[in-house]
């Protein structure tokens, strides 16, 4: 207690100096967790459960991804393309640009889980940057999605990597048939849901970095003022 109230986390970032430091905290400085800032998803759950579950989500998104783009790749026919005399392998390369994004966004996942479990803030930081890099591969696609609805520009169809399109590969505009464009819708539904998450989710992230990096900051003025970690739990 100080001054016969509790005093927040919040002295700790109004007390930080330009170098990231803190200094003349007081010895008395209580540490709480149980603060509203540090509760999310509609205030059910504390930023770092809620992050445990956003990483959560992100695995399920990453592995539709993963297996819609093995099912684009492998209904390609690379035999077909060649006897009409296409030689570029556009679906391969989407199909390896999105390996390549994919692969990053499981790392990013995984060390977000290690953040959680060792309690660093540091190891948030390339998951928040993935985030980042997600809306705007969302935005694109969407806007690439809606350019090709509009247009029915072949280049904007496989942009958003929906369909192999075999039986068109040198048309410039295709009129594709009622499967393939229920294909698109439901994959351009997917990519708006998605990028909505993303909005939500990374304030939850970053959140969870700010509260991981008070803790630490906490945890360090315990140890040079000897102050009892009154409200600090084991989260």
């Not at 790392?107 to 390339?126: D, E, K």
């Not at 939850?204 to 140890?223: A, G, P």
């Amino acid at each position: 207690m100080m001054n016969g109230r509790a005093v927040r986390s919040v002295l700790i970032r109004n007390n930080r100096q330009e170098n990231g430091s803190v200094d003349h905290v007081p010895r008395s400085i209580q540490f709480d967790e149980s603060s509203e800032e540090y509760r999310c998803l509609c205030n059910c759950f504390h930023v770092k459960t809620g992050a445990f579950i956003i990483g959560c989500v992100h695995v399920l998104m990453i592995l539709f991804f993963l297996i819609h783009s093995l099912f684009v790749y492998f209904q390609h026919d690379g035999r077909l393309q060649q006897a009409r005399g296409v030689k570029e392998n556009y679906v391969f390369g989407l199909f390896l640009a999105e390996m390549i994004g994919l692969g990053l966004g499981i790392f990013a996942v995984f060390l977000l889980f290690v953040a959680l479990s060792r309690n660093s803030a540091l190891l948030v930081v390339p998951h928040l940057v993935m985030q980042v890099i997600a809306i705007l591969c969302f935005i694109l696609v969407l806007v690439s999605g809606t350019i090709a609805l509009c247009t029915d520009s072949a280049v904007f169809y496989r942009l958003i990597n929906a369909a192999p399109f075999m039986e068109h590969p040198n048309n410039n505009t295709v009129a594709l048939d009622t499967g393939t464009m229920v294909r698109i819708y439901s994959l351009m539904i997917v990519y708006a849901i998605s990028l909505a998450l993303e909005f939500w989710f990374i304030v939850v992230i970053y959140n969870c970095n700010r509260y991981l990096d008070e803790r630490s900051d906490y945890m360090k003025y315990c140890l040079a003022f000897s102050t009892p970690m009154k409200t600090l739990s084991a989260r």
